[in-house]
C-alpha cells in the first residue's frame, strides 16, 4: 500500500489524521501555520486524495496504516494531531502503542462516534444530500457559508465506498474503557456548536486522559479547523511549546 506523505518545516513533528471523507487537504490552515515552528507530516489514508487502494472499514486497520507510515518516515516520538476519525484513530494508536508516540492534539472527536444509520444508509444512494446535510449539522451557523461549500467540495472528491467504510469504522469503534489508559501530553479542542460530536465527547475525554488540556472555541462546530483556524493554530502552538 503506498500512502501519499508530505512534510514540511523542521522541529517537532506533528503528524495530522484527517476524518472521515477528508483528506490532508482538511489541514490546509494548519500548515500554513504551523510549518513555521514545527515540522508538519500529512498523509491521505487509503482510498482518497494522492494514495492508491481502498479505504479501510474498520478503526484497527487504520491504526496500521499510520503506525507503518511512522515506521517508514522515521517519525518515532511524534505528536499525533487527530481530527473526528483521525482523533480515534490517533487515540487507538496510543493505547496499542504508546512508546510510538510522545503526544496527542484531538480536535473534535471521541472514544467513540456512533454514527446515524440513515448516513450510512443514504451515503451510498446519493453521497451530495448525504455529505451537506453533515456539513448543515456540523458548521456552526456562524461560520460563513463559503468555509462549509469549501468543505462540501472537497468531500465530494472522496468515493461513496471509501466514506462509507470510514463512517462504518467510526460506528463500530469503542475505546471508552481503553481511553483512560493514554498516559502521554493530550490537548483536547472541542467546537462550541458541535453538533456531530458534541463537547460532552470532549468532558469525556478531558476526564478519562489524567493531566489532559482542553481548550473550548466559541461560535465553531465539528470543522473548528477550518472556521476558527487561527485559534486552533494557537492553541498547537502553545501546546507544543510547553512540551
Not at 159 to 164: A, D, L, R, V
Amino acid at each position: 500500500m503506498k500512502l501519499y506523505v508530505e512534510r514540511h518545516g523542521k522541529g517537532k513533528k506533528l503528524l495530522f489524521i484527517h476524518g472521515a471523507g477528508g483528506s490532508s487537504a482538511s489541514f490546509h490552515l494548519q500548515k500554513q501555520y504551523l510549518k513555521h515552528c514545527v515540522e508538519v507530516i500529512l498523509i491521505d489514508l487509503p482510498g482518497r486524495g494522492k494514495s492508491g487502494d481502498e479505504g479501510c472499514r474498520s478503526i484497527p486497520e487504520y491504526v496500521e496504516v499510520v503506525r507503518t507510515v511512522i515506521d517508514e518516515q522515521g517519525l518515532e516520538g511524534c505528536y499525533l494531531v487527530g481530527h473526528s476519525m483521525g482523533g480515534l484513530i490517533a487515540m487507538s494508536l496510543a493505547i496499542a502503542h504508546p512508546k510510538a508516540i510522545k503526544g496527542l492534539v484531538l480536535i473534535t472527536t471521541g472514544a467513540r462516534l456512533r454514527v446515524s444509520p440513515a448516513i450510512l444508509e443514504w451515503i451510498m444512494v446519493d453521497k451530495e444530500r448525504t455529505v451537506k446535510s453533515l456539513a448543515l449539522m456540523g458548521f456552526s451557523k456562524k461560520t460563513p457559508p463559503a468555509v462549509s461549500r469549501d468543505a462540501v467540495a472537497e468531500m465530494m472528491k472522496v468515493s461513496e465506498e471509501t466514506m462509507y467504510g470510514d463512517f462504518l469504522a467510526c460506528d463500530q469503534a469503542d475505546i471508552m474503557e481503553e481511553v483512560g489508559r493514554i498516559k502521554m501530553p493530550t490537548l483536547i479542542i472541542r467546537g462550541s456548536d458541535d453538533q456531530l460530536t458534541p463537547p460532552h465527547y470532549s468532558e469525556h475525554l478531558n476526564h478519562a486522559i489524567k493531566g489532559s488540556e482542553m481548550v473550548s472555541i466559541a461560535d465553531a462546530g465539528h470543522w473548528v479547523l477550518l472556521e476558527k483556524a487561527e485559534e486552533v493554530n494557537r492553541a498547537i502552538e502553545r501546546f507544543i511549546t510547553h512540551q
